[in-house]
């Protein structure tokens, strides 16, 4: 069974730190990865997908990945309050996602 | 970009009755859509897969009797929960790939459905 594993958290971050969120997967032969953010009572909008091992940045998002180590995390950078929200991690598992539980994150003003 | 719409964005029904949800794809075409069920304070767990012209692919565990999947067009997948029980109470999503595309999946807002 195809398995994705997030620290639930919640992970809180002072306003302005960097926010580092972990994944990792059991499915070796995963080749797509991608983090969602979920506000609540809203669905999850994509914030990032990354294909290759290293890393790929966006703004304030960086996505690192290591397949060797079946790995993948994203860094927020000058977190602000407004990023606070729960971030999912999703491994795709051929047409669908498999989807990790979430981190919910909260930056403190 | 790409955009997915549900209907209705949230429903209060009571247990025994049966509803439908809406899924579209509003400006490209989807032979294939996912329908996800999320709790609260959990993730988002694959129901079924819709495929336009054919049966639906459920995942283990889904009741297919009770999770009615039907993709009528290539725009529209419908989920109807029959025979609700407030164990049914949830947030439904769907999404839908763009152009064939299994990595660029777009997902509609949620329905949030309350079962009394």
């Known amino acids: 069974q195809k398995e994705v594993e997030q620290n639930s958290g919640p992970l809180s971050v002072p306003e302005g730190a960097i926010a580092s969120l972990n994944c990792t997967y059991s499915?070796?032969?995963?080749?797509?990865f991608f983090w969602y953010r979920q506000y609540s009572g809203k669905s999850p909008e994509l914030i990032m997908s990354?294909?290759?091992?290293g890393d790929k940045e966006d703004g304030r998002f960086t996505a690192q990945l290591n397949k060797a180590s079946q790995y993948v995390s994203l860094l927020i950078r000058d977190s602000q309050p407004s990023d606070s929200a729960t971030y999912l991690c999703?491994?795709?598992?051929?047409?669908?996602?498999?989807f990790g539980p979430g981190t919910r994150l909260s930056v403190l003003p | 970009g790409a955009v997915v719409s549900q209907h209705p964005s949230r429903v209060i029904c009571k247990s025994g009755t049966s509803v439908k949800i809406e899924c579209r794809s509003l400006?490209?075409?989807?032979?294939?859509m996912f329908w996800y069920r999320q709790f609260p304070k959990k993730s988002l767990m694959l129901m079924a897969t819709?495929?336009?012209?054919?049966?639906?692919?459920?995942e283990q565990g889904v009741e297919k009797d009770k999770f009615l999947i039907n993709h009528a067009s290539l725009t529209l997948s419908t989920l109807t929960v029959t025979s609700a029980h407030p164990e049914d109470s949830s947030f439904y999503i769907c999404?839908?790939?763009?152009?064939?595309?299994?990595?660029?999946?777009?997902f509609g807002p949620g329905t949030r459905l309350t079962v009394l």
């Open positions: 999404s839908a790939p763009v152009g064939g595309n299994y990595n660029e999946q777009f």
């Open positions: 499915d070796r032969v995963s080749q797509s």
């Open positions: 990354i294909y290759s091992n």
């Open positions: 999703a491994v795709n598992a051929g047409q669908n996602f498999v």
């Open positions: 400006d490209f075409q989807a032979t294939t």
């Open positions: 819709s495929n336009e012209g054919s049966k639906a692919t459920y």
